[in-house]
């Protein structure tokens, strides 16, 4: 008979859901989640990387899957998402913070900063995690949800900063508009994203991400004193090898939804830095301390002009810009590259792109890298061709032919890839895999290696990833 997809799922749960321990501490009554209508049956692994449970106590993540069967009224629209467009666009600084308000909501709880954000808890605001980000070699460690996500360059954060193979981690969230689709999308679990030619989220959506980075904070005054967070991740970049380790906050980043049909794409996208050193900044660890670095509506895609700033000992701003705002303040925000000729990115993001151009890639099967940098032939800086990753496409549209859109929704990408990796891993396999010959069927006495990441033909696609070479 069969395996199914559900029976698989269902066994990986069990491996991980013995872990016992201390635990955080118990929830106060505020903090038990309320009853909404969610979806039923079928539950996704919570994580894919956690040393034994015979091995390990302390906190376990809970992936937040109970996502809801119906979208939220018009009325319960966060009015961050009907804010008029130039008040959102020239007052950004208190927009900035109005959003990270609207996201510390019942995530921050005032006590130990490694009990936060644990958002299944959460009765002021519902909030889910995408599915399918615990598969392959990047995939969830089990403390806090975390992903690996892309390295850090040597002088990247600060000038002393001298640390080489450190790297980048995250866990991100959706407000109950963003996991009404996601609940859609994934419906069908043996069969996402079934029937649907693009995946679009409605107006109201908020997309919240927290990232950490495993430099020393002596080296970088700015994340001192450091928040940290313990994660099981790997010894550097390119190892597999995991270990508990301690990280330290150094980004916030969000996604809104806007009603204003005068933005660009339909979604506005904003970046903090954390800096432990701004003017009236707490003596301990705090979510205050991540500062607005500025907010992005538009790829600005008549400039094209080629500068950077990878090692950065000022900020530069590029005035010319009119669809990236940067915060000017230098006493509040430390030294930082931006993105592509002074676009909009957060700190350990990619020096030459910007936050919209690698999220207006987000499709599945994912046919375009999310950077040009990262084809197999870069086009020249500037050019029509590497401009193509600097327009202002609508939300829900493709950024190539024949695929299903994720509405700049690059976790969706990644965890729709990462399910058909698996699945072409353990079914549909080519015969042209084996070798075949005319010898008594057996085992091979050989050590396991990963075979994910096949795909039909008709599917081919390329990984979605955001390692890239120092410049």
């Not at 900035?96 to 921050?108: E, K, M, P, S």
């Not at 690698?358 to 499709?363: I, N, S, V």
């Not at 327009?391 to 990644?414: E, R, W, Y």
């Not at 085992?443 to 096949?454: E, F, M, Y």
């Amino acid at each position: 008979m069969r395996t199914s997809i559900t029976s698989l799922l269902l066994a990986t749960v069990a491996t991980v859901a013995a872990v016992t321990g201390s635990g955080p501490v118990p929830l106060p009554a505020a903090f038990q989640k309320t009853a909404e209508p969610t979806r039923s049956g079928h539950r996704y692994p919570d994580f894919g990387y956690l040393p034994a449970p015979q091995q390990y106590e302390g906190r376990v993540f809970k992936l937040s899957q109970d996502y809801p069967t119906a979208l939220p009224a018009g009325g319960d629209v966060p009015e961050i998402a009907t804010r008029d467009f130039d008040a959102i666009t020239k007052d950004w600084r208190t927009y900035l913070l109005d959003v990270r308000a609207y996201c510390f909501r019942g995530n921050i709880r005032g006590h130990d900063v490694e009990d936060d954000w644990q958002v299944e808890h959460n009765t002021e605001n519902h909030w889910y995690h995408m599915p399918w980000q615990h598969y392959g070699p990047t995939g969830r460690e089990g403390i806090h949800g975390l992903t690996k996500e892309a390295p850090v360059q040597p002088q990247q954060l600060a000038e002393s900063q001298t640390y080489t193979g450190g790297q980048t981690y995250a866990v991100g969230f959706y407000n109950t508009f963003g996991g009404y689709t996601i609940g859609e999308v994934w419906k069908d679990h043996e069969h996402p994203a079934k029937d649907l030619k693009k995946i679009e989220f409605p107006v109201g959506t908020v997309v919240c991400k927290v990232l950490f980075v495993d430099i020393p904070p002596d080296q970088v005054p700015s994340l001192n004193p450091a928040l940290i967070w313990h994660g099981y991740i790997t010894e550097n970049f390119t190892s597999t090898d995991r270990s508990i380790r301690r990280l330290s906050l150094i980004q916030m980043d969000i996604m809104v939804r806007v009603r204003d049909a005068r933005a660009p794409t339909g979604w506005v996208f904003g970046t903090f830095q954390y800096n432990g050193k701004r003017p009236g900044a707490r003596p301990q660890p705090s979510w205050d301390n991540l500062v607005p670095v500025g907010l992005q509506w538009g790829n600005d895609p008549e400039i094209t002009t080629d500068t950077s700033n990878p090692t950065p000992k000022e900020t530069i701003i590029n005035k010319q810009l009119k669809q990236s705002v940067i915060n000017p303040d230098a006493n509040e925000l430390p030294p930082t590259h931006l993105g592509w000729n002074g676009r909009l990115n957060g700190p350990v993001d990619n020096p030459r792109s910007s936050c919209m151009s690698c999220h207006l890639t987000a499709e599945s099967p994912q046919r375009s890298q999310i950077s040009p940098l990262f084809e197999k032939n870069p086009p020249k800086a500037g050019s029509p061709e590497w401009m193509r990753w600097f327009q202002n496409p609508k939300c829900g549209t493709a950024f190539d032919q024949h695929v299903t859109p994720t509405d700049f929704s690059l976790q969706m990408a990644i965890a729709l890839q990462n399910f058909r990796s698996w699945r072409n891993a353990g079914s549909k396999i080519l015969a042209s895999r084996y070798k075949s010959q005319a010898v008594p069927a057996r085992i091979k006495d050989l050590p396991a290696r990963n075979v994910g990441g096949l795909h039909d033909p008709e599917e081919s696609e390329v990984e979605i990833r955001r390692d890239y070479k120092a410049p």
